[in-house]
């Protein structure tokens, strides 16, 4: 007689996956970030209220800003180099520590020693550009992969918001406090990022590549040496030399268009500085907003929808071409914002799932260091080009090339995915 089998149980589900925002290491590496982020963001509004007070003269801001952008350009390299070859976590700590030493030396040489203050400006710029690679790294080494890109979505989210919150701290807090204090405060900020990460490297041996493994260099290699292995390493990613290209070109064209066209058209077209201003908290909301999408998406094709994102830039300088109603112009600043963002996210997990873990900061930093760098190049430029051919010529090819880049960059057999082999299979959670 046939017995009936007894039924079995079901099979539990598996519980979701914990967030990343639950994780203490990962939310001490979170404020670290966030505290640098409103560190760098809030110096130049507290210079610029020190031109207000008549504590420094125009022409003696401008030589203290450039003075910062060369440390941070200088050190961007040497920091990537730095956090390949030490721990990552001390970098971010002696990096962030110049900048907090900096804080003080401008409250002291502000109206006695404009030497004194670019000194000071170089060495606050050298801190922030030597820590950025090294919080890029450190992200790989504290977040598992399979939630690195929830992780870096954090991570812009804090930076987009430092951008929104610290002109408004800055401003509300210079109703109470002089500039020195104002200084002193930011030295306090890179402070706790000095000192908030914890230790990286607790999924540093189960880091995902799909890239071969390749012998890192010798640890008593020359600077050079290392630097050029990085770019060898960078090479060996065509999505990554492509991507690079079309952030560039956006950045270099796009981007400083519409910063120099949109004051005068907000003045000349619309009589009003209301639309600067919406149109630039329209963009760092609509980063916000895009931040919050990527962080759960999951594209079949990434790396063409980071592109094309990307290429979304394209409409900000469209918008300051035609005669429209600011509303549109506002909500093109929007549109732009979100599609950066889907950009920035998949752009940062897939460097860090497919770069060689010991290589990862030098590689890091020649992003930092190619977009930073000739995002200036593209501002001296632009103002001649308006005043040479007029507004709505350059804003027509800045926004054609930002159209046309991205394209192309998606052209690239490697691009799709943003990896060298494309994913057994296509996540779409």
Not at 138 to 148: D, H, I, K, S
Not at 202 to 218: L, W
Request: charged share 10%; glycine share 10%; proline share 7%.
């Amino acid at each position: 007689m046939a017995t009936t089998p007894a039924p079995t149980a079901p099979k539990p589900l598996a519980p979701p996956p914990r967030s990343v925002l639950r994780e203490p290491a990962f939310l001490r590496l979170w404020a670290g970030t966030t505290a640098s982020g409103l560190g760098t963001w809030a110096l130049p509004f507290v210079l610029g209220l020190a031109v207000l007070h008549r504590d420094l003269g125009a022409a003696g801001l401008g030589l203290v800003l450039a003075a910062r952008t060369a440390g941070f350009l200088a050190a961007v390299t040497v920091g990537g180099v730095l956090a390949d070859r030490h721990s990552r976590r001390a970098v971010v700590l002696w990096s962030a520590l110049a900048a907090a030493v900096a804080a003080p030396l401008l409250a002291a040489g502000l109206g006695r020693s404009l030497v004194l203050m670019t000194f000071a400006a170089a060495l606050a710029g050298a801190g922030q550009g030597a820590c950025r690679p090294a919080f890029q790294a450190l992200t790989a080494e504290t977040v598992e992969p399979g939630r690195r890109q929830q992780a870096n979505a954090a991570m812009t989210m804090a930076v987009r918001g430092s951008t929104l919150a610290g002109p408004t701290l800055t401003a509300l807090l210079g109703a109470f406090l002089d500039v020195r204090t104002l200084l002193l405060g930011i030295g306090v900020l890179w402070l706790v990022a000095a000192l908030a990460p914890g230790k990286g490297g607790a999924v540093t041996a189960t880091t995902e590549t799909t890239a071969e493994s390749v012998p890192g260099p010798s640890p008593r290699a020359g600077f050079r040496a290392e630097f050029l292995e990085g770019i060898r390493e960078a090479r060996r990613h065509p999505w990554f030399l492509a991507g690079l290209a079309a952030l560039v070109a956006v950045i270099a064209l796009g981007y400083s268009a519409t910063s120099v066209a949109l004051p005068l058209i907000s003045r000349d077209r619309y009589g009003t500085e209301w639309v600067l201003a919406a149109a630039m908290t329209s963009y760092t909301v609509g980063a916000l907003a895009g931040a919050l999408v990527i962080a759960r998406l999951r594209p079949r094709s990434q790396g063409w929808a980071a592109l094309a994102g990307l290429g979304a830039y394209g409409v900000a300088p469209l918008s300051l071409m035609l005669p429209v109603h600011p509303v549109v112009v506002v909500a093109a600043y929007a549109v732009a914002g979100i599609g950066i963002e889907l950009f920035n996210v998949p752009w940062f997990t897939a460097t860090q799932r497919e770069v060689a873990p010991d290589k990862l900061a030098r590689v890091s930093s020649l992003d930092f260091l190619v977009s930073y760098g000739l995002a200036p190049v593209g501002l001296a430029l632009i103002a001649p080009a308006i005043v040479r051919f007029g507004v709505t010529p350059v804003l027509a090819v800045c926004a054609a090339a930002c159209f046309l880049v991205p394209a192309a960059a998606a052209l690239v057999p490697t691009a799709r995915h943003f990896a060298r082999t494309a994913p057994t299979e296509a996540r779409t959670d």
